[in-house]
């Protein structure tokens, strides 16, 4: 190729469309969406900081201050994973974990339990309603992230956390081996 007077002129044989083309830019992948952490606790206090660590370690996070606020927020929102307090008014935290599992939508979603109760019948109760972990309180940020990453590892996202409004795609089906 020749350049003339500030022209790229094609060398013979190569179409002028070639040189002018725009140049394609690979695709960086997309982000991974951020995971989303239902706080449920009936003290403002404690949500606000646990709120707080989430955010910092970047997660997206909904707040429940009652029972029957979270199984409303799980069955309509997404959420990837439920941090739930045990001993709160209205609806208890055993009793929303037992309800949710039978709910179609919720029934894999993991749910962490956390609660002062650390007693190892209030831990058998957590794990006979369908808690996935427990934490006690108080816990440090580590523990607490630590717990999480065992469910939403970085490239983990939970089956199940499209909101029912939103269609999800197709899943590419896997020829079967032979």
Do not use: W
Not at 33 to 42: C, E, G
Not at 134 to 156: D, Q, R, V, W
């Amino acid at each position: 190729m020749v350049e003339e007077a500030g022209k790229k002129i094609p060398d013979e044989g190569q179409e002028s469309a070639d040189i002018y083309a725009p140049q394609k830019k690979k695709d960086a992948s997309p982000p991974s969406p951020r995971k989303v952490i239902l706080i449920v606790d009936d003290k403002g206090s404690i949500r606000n900081i646990i709120k707080h660590d989430l955010e910092q370690a970047g997660y997206n996070t909904l707040e429940a201050a009652d029972g029957l606020t979270a199984i409303e927020k799980a069955l309509k929102e997404k959420v990837d994973l439920i941090l739930l307090d045990v001993m709160m008014p209205k609806v208890d935290g055993l009793t929303v974990c037992k309800r949710l599992r039978q709910e179609e939508r919720t029934k894999t979603m993991p749910i962490v339990l956390c609660t002062a109760k650390g007693q190892k019948e209030d831990i058998v109760s957590a794990m006979k309603v369908g808690a996935d972990d427990y934490i006690i309180k108080p816990f440090t940020k580590a523990t607490l992230l630590a717990k999480l990453e065992k469910f939403l590892g970085p490239n983990k996202m939970v089956e199940g956390n499209v909101p029912p409004s939103e269609d999800k795609p197709p899943t590419p089906s896997k020829p079967s081996p032979e």
